[in-house]
């Protein structure tokens, strides 16, 4: 049963600490997103990334965000400093553009990460 | 787990009966719609999908309903059971373009016993 993984589940950190959170995309997934979920703002989109490019980040705070992978197998998100307005439960999603020959938009989503910065 | 909105429209359903979840779209130009259920402590999961090319499919005891007209979702669920108990989401996107989701801000359905 393929899944997505994040690491941690939970982190708490002081603010001005630097956060790493880890995404192992499904094996064989082009496309993966960090999406970051607050009760104010529901679940608002960060950044995706297609083939490990960068595709579009402009959702994400460029002065203290970003968002890499690595390799196929890994997506990171970094915060650095964090602040308490970043705390929020951050999600990894991954997806393929290509699904049995067929164009699939379905994203499968991680547990998540709860972040809370005091 | 995590709460996702302590202001969420919330629906109550009696077990056994059918719920029907409302979503507003917001842009027209949107040709592609995911409906998603998040239970506590867990991240979203796809339930169904539709293409604007339809107003209605079917899966296994959901129906998606579309109405490019005045751009609205709905999601029906029959014979609601406890296990039905999550947040739901609509998504809307351009299957044309970037693969990018926009997600409505969500509906708590609670299911009575």
């Known amino acids: 049963d393929a899944r997505v993984t994040q690491t941690p589940r939970h982190k708490v950190t002081e603010m001005g600490q630097e956060v790493t959170m880890r995404c192992q995309p499904i094996l064989g997934h082009n496309t993966v997103f960090w999406y970051r979920q607050t009760m104010m703002q529901g679940l608002e989109l960060l950044a995706y990334?297609?083939?490990?490019?960068?595709?579009?980040d402009s959702g994400m705070p460029k002065d203290r965000f970003s968002a890499e992978m690595p390799d196929a197998t890994l997506a990171t998100l970094k915060i650095q400093p964090s602040e308490p307005r970043d705390s929020a439960v951050y999600f990894c999603a991954s997806g393929s553009r290509l699904a049995g020959g067929l164009l699939s938009y379905e994203q499968y989503f991680g547990p998540g990460t709860r972040l809370t910065v005091t | 787990g995590e709460s996702v909105g302590l202001h969420l429209p919330t629906l109550s359903v009696q077990e056994g009966d059918n719920s029907i979840i409302n979503c507003a779209y917001s842009n027209s130009a949107s040709d592609y719609f995911i409906w998603y259920k998040q239970e506590s402590g867990k991240g979203p999961q796809f339930i169904i999908d539709?293409?604007?090319?339809?107003d209605k499919r079917q899966g296994q005891r959901v129906t998606v309903l579309l109405n490019k007209t005045v751009k609205h979702l709905s999601l029906q669920i029959a014979a609601t059971q406890p296990g039905d108990s999550a947040v739901y989401f609509c998504?809307?996107?351009?299957?044309?373009?970037?693969?990018?989701?926009?997600f409505g801000t969500g509906t708590r359905l609670k299911v009575l016993a």
């Open positions: 990334f297609r083939n490990r490019a960068p595709l579009d």
């Open positions: 539709i293409r604007s090319n339809m």
């Open positions: 998504a809307e996107t351009l299957s044309s373009g970037t693969y990018k989701y926009i």
